[in-house]
């Protein structure tokens, strides 16, 4: 079936670091490929979203990069702040699975920035 | 943007008693709406897919009379816990896709709802 997996955290930077949260996926079909972030006590908040091979997504700073060859959708930002901290997680979804687009999640990657 | 308003935030409830949370669709309309439960540090794990104006469809494993689900409008989809048990204590967040949206639009996330049962 389909899968998004993830690195696991949690990931613990200083402030100003390089981030690079790894995803991969397995897919049936072709999926369009997102990055959710879920700040503490909050529901999902999309960050930024892939629809086709190369692709790249970006928002407030982070970008992530549709690569077919690897099936990977890893998730980057060159500077993090410790606004930033908060749970991010990787998702895809297909056009042709019987809920629409219900999306299939990674398991969470922990994000802890330390000023 | 398009605004998914989940209510109550936080609930408390004894053991045995039933409750509702809301998901409100604020300046759309969605067909589908999804429930998800969230356990600590883990993922989210999808429970059910509300469908306005028929039933839902439930993942497997997930209590269809434990946890009852109405989508009765384009804008409103609830989730009772019936009978709630400390084991159903969990964060509890629900989603919406625009009706306008394709396979791939952004789903809208709601805030999430805290639920303790003593």
């Known amino acids: 079936g389909d899968s998004v997996t993830q690195m696991e955290g949690p990931v613990t930077l200083s402030e100003e670091a390089f981030l690079t949260i790894n995803c991969t996926y397995t897919?049936?079909?072709?999926?369009?490929l997102f990055w959710y972030v879920q700040y503490p006590g909050e529901g999902l908040q999309l960050l930024l979203k892939a629809t086709k091979a190369d692709d790249k997504g970006s928002n407030k700073g982070f970008e992530a990069t549709y690569r077919k060859e690897t099936t990977s959708f890893h998730l980057e930002k060159g500077s993090v702040q410790v606004s930033d901290s908060a749970v991010y997680f990787c998702a895809l979804a297909l056009r042709n699975n019987n809920a629409g687009n219900m999306l299939t999640f990674g398991g969470g990657t922990r994000l802890m920035v330390k000023p | 943007g398009a605004v998914v308003s989940q209510h109550p935030s936080r609930v408390i409830c004894k053991s045995g008693t039933s409750v509702k949370i809301e998901c409100r669709s604020l300046d759309f309309q969605a067909t589908t709406m999804f429930w998800y439960r969230q356990f600590p540090k883990q993922s989210l794990m999808l429970m059910a897919t509300s469908n306005e104006g028929s039933k839902a469809t439930y993942e497997q494993g997930v209590e269809k009379d434990k946890f009852l689900i109405n989508h009765a409008s384009l804008t409103l989809s609830t989730l009772t816990v019936t009978s709630a048990h400390p084991e159903d204590s969990s964060f509890y967040i629900c989603?919406?896709?625009?009706?306008?949206?394709?396979?791939?639009?952004?789903?809208?996330f709601g805030n999430g709802t805290r639920l303790t049962v003593t």
């Open positions: 897919a049936t079909g072709y999926p369009s």
């Open positions: 989603s919406a896709r625009e009706i306008t949206g394709s396979y791939n639009s952004p789903l809208h």
